[in-house]
Nanobody, 116 residues
Framework: QVQFVESGGGLVQSGGSLRLSCAASGSVFMFSVYAMGWYRQAPGKQRELVAVITSAGSTNVPDSVKGRFTISRDNAKKTVYLQMNSLKPEDTAVYYC????????WGQGTQVTVSS
């Protein structure tokens, strides 16, 4: 059984930075072969994908966060990261990680709150 544990969220002022981490547990989970994604869900909104990294390390982000968010991974640690810079109030949400396509159970997420 795979579990994702997200951390690193918090309260930050507009223009600030945060680095989120997501550690995957489960000895049978072959983390390195999966494309991984960071998702977020703001109050009253649907969950959305904000960053993807393939097993080969290629990355993609939507225009809404391009130039501000960077995803990376450490396969040895089964961990995926999200560096968020120049944060805006509209980035406020609970952030989650999962495989690209969200094929596994969700973790508890980590709250990011950006004040104006």
């Amino acid at each position: 059984q795979v579990q994702f544990v997200e951390s690193g969220g918090g309260l930050v002022q507009s223009g600030g930075s945060l680095r989120l981490s997501c550690a995957a547990s489960g000895s049978v989970f072959m983390f390195s072969v999966y494309a991984m994604g960071w998702y977020r869900q703001a109050p009253g909104k649907q969950r959305e994908l904000v960053a993807v990294i393939t097993s080969a390390g290629s990355t993609n982000v939507p225009d809404s966060v391009k130039g501000r968010f960077t995803i990376s991974r450490d396969n040895a640690k089964k961990t995926v990261y999200l560096q968020m810079n120049s944060l805006k109030p509209e980035d406020t949400a609970v952030y989650y990680c999962n495989t690209h396509g969200a094929t596994l159970a969700w973790g508890q997420g980590t709250q990011v709150t950006v004040s104006s």
